[in-house]
């Protein structure tokens, strides 16, 4: 039995704050030698999604930015022997952050410190497990 982390879950979103998390968490899961799972939650709360032709594009760019994630998780984990996966989820970011937590058995869950703060403290207010939260 492992004595430590054997799970980290990052919420990733594209934006600066959620890339600096990735990086944090990326050096924690090699520290530890954990698995990485980086958590991508799909808004339908997004205004694309209130017509027909718009919902075809944000899916495409949703689709587009999960398969930007894959190639930047092989570039950069990959050669720090960090095993990883992408979960690519719609819904509420900080309900699919967590059931994503859930679903790997995470030990912790990281997340960039965004402007506007629903994400983080939803998730801290409701989390089974540490929330950590990279500026």
């Given at each position: 039995?492992?004595?430590?982390?054997?799970?980290?879950?990052?919420?990733?979103?594209?934006?600066?704050?959620?890339?600096?998390?990735?990086?944090?968490?990326?050096?924690?899961?090699?520290?530890?030698?954990?698995?990485?799972?980086?958590?991508?939650v799909e808004q339908l709360a997004n205004p694309a999604y209130w017509t027909?032709?718009?919902?075809?594009?944000?899916?495409?760019?949703?689709?587009?930015?999960?398969?930007?994630?894959?190639?930047?998780?092989?570039?950069?984990?990959?050669?720090?022997?960090?095993?990883?996966?992408?979960v690519h989820i719609s819904g509420d970011p900080a309900r699919g952050i967590?059931?994503?937590?859930?679903?790997?058995?995470?030990?912790?869950?990281?997340?960039?410190?965004?402007?506007?703060?629903?994400v983080t403290r939803t998730l801290i207010a409701d989390a089974a497990r540490?929330?950590?939260?990279?500026?």
């Open positions: 039995m492992k004595d430590g982390l054997t799970t980290i879950v990052v919420g990733v979103d594209g934006s600066q704050a959620s890339l600096n998390a990735f990086a944090w968490a990326a050096g924690l899961a090699r520290r530890e030698h954990a698995r990485l799972v980086l958590v991508y027909g032709v718009g919902i075809t594009g944000a899916r495409e760019a949703a689709e587009a930015y999960a398969d930007e994630l894959r190639l930047d998780a092989t570039r950069y984990l990959d050669p720090i022997g960090v095993p990883w996966e992408v967590e059931s994503a937590a859930e679903q790997a058995g995470a030990d912790c869950v990281v997340v960039g410190r965004s402007r506007h703060g629903r540490p929330v950590v939260v990279v500026p």
